[in-house]
């Protein structure tokens, strides 16, 4: 089982930016597919952003061109960079393997507001 815990939101005004980090335990972490997911008030979770074990990127199109993920294996850890951030798109954020797996985190709170 991978555990996962997600940290680095906050409040933050329209057109802001923040880094949520998830810091994942388990040796195999490396070799593992891993996104990035979020889920509003009265919404569906969904599927934001991912990274391949080899670093290749895939983004919803929400948040193409404004959000960036990456990946340290060293460090056991996933990124989200969120630039330009709307009020769409506050809402819990969680990372996981891609597909998911039922082992989701705390997820981390974004607020976008003025």
């Known amino acids: 089982q991978v555990q996962l815990v997600e940290s680095g939101g906050g409040l933050v005004q329209p057109g802001g930016s923040l880094r949520l980090s998830c810091a994942a335990s388990?040796?195999?972490?490396?070799?593992?597919?891993m996104g990035w997911y979020r889920q509003a008030p009265g919404k569906q979770r969904e599927w934001v952003a991912l990274?391949?074990?080899?670093?290749?990127?895939i983004y919803a199109d929400s948040v193409k061109g404004r959000f960036t993920i990456s990946r340290d294996n060293a460090k056991n850890t996933v990124y989200l960079q969120m630039n330009s951030l709307k009020p769409e798109d506050m809402a819990v954020y969680y990372c996981?393997?891609?597909?998911?797996?039922?082992?989701w985190g705390q997820g981390t709170q974004v607020t976008v507001s003025s």
């Open positions: 388990g040796s195999i972490f490396s070799i593992k597919t």
């Open positions: 990274i391949s074990s080899g670093g290749g990127t």
């Open positions: 996981n393997q891609f597909p998911s797996t039922t082992q």
